[in-house]
C-alpha cells in the first residue's frame, strides 16, 4: 500500500505562509492524480487543490490565487504552497493520491493548519 506523510502545518498569523509537503512511499510521478484536501472542525471534507500525472492543477475558488500545488522530484512529496492565509483556511490538511484517476485513492493521516492572530 502506499504511504503518505504529511508535514510543515502549524500555527500562522493571518497574512502568513504555510509550506506543507506530502511524502509519498512510491514515485508520486507513478500516480493519476494527486490532491490536496482541508476539513475544518463540524465540517465536510473539501478538495483544495489537484495536480494530475502530466502536471495540470486545478483549485477549489477559495484558495485560487494564494495556494500552489507543486510537486518535488528531490523530496519525492507533493506541495501545497499557501500564502496570505486567512483564519477560514484553518483545517487540517490531509494528502491524497490515486494510482488511477478511476481507482481509490490512499490518505496520509494529516497535519494541522491555524490560522490565528
Known amino acids: 500500500q502506499v504511504q503518505l506523510v504529511e508535514s510543515g502545518g502549524g500555527l500562522v498569523q493571518p497574512g502568513g505562509s504555510l509550506r506543507l509537503c506530502c511524502a509519498a512511499?512510491?514515485?508520486?510521478?507513478?500516480?493519476?492524480?494527486m490532491a490536496w484536501y482541508r476539513q475544518a472542525p463540524g465540517k465536510q471534507r473539501e478538495v483544495v487543490a489537484t495536480?494530475?500525472?502530466?502536471?495540470?492543477?486545478g483549485y477549489a475558488e477559495s484558495v485560487k490565487g494564494r495556494f500552489t500545488i507543486s510537486r518535488d522530484r528531490a523530496k519525492n512529496s507533493v506541495i501545497l504552497q499557501m500564502n496570505s492565509l486567512k483564519p477560514e483556511d484553518t483545517a487540517v490538511y490531509y494528502c491524497?493520491?490515486?494510482?488511477?484517476?478511476?481507482?481509490?485513492?490512499?490518505w496520509g493521516q494529516g497535519t494541522q493548519v491555524t490560522v490565528s492572530s
Open positions: 491524497n493520491v490515486r494510482p488511477f484517476t478511476y481507482a481509490p485513492g490512499y
Open positions: 512511499s512510491e514515485s508520486i510521478f507513478s500516480f493519476d492524480d
Open positions: 495536480i494530475t500525472r502530466g502536471g495540470s492543477t
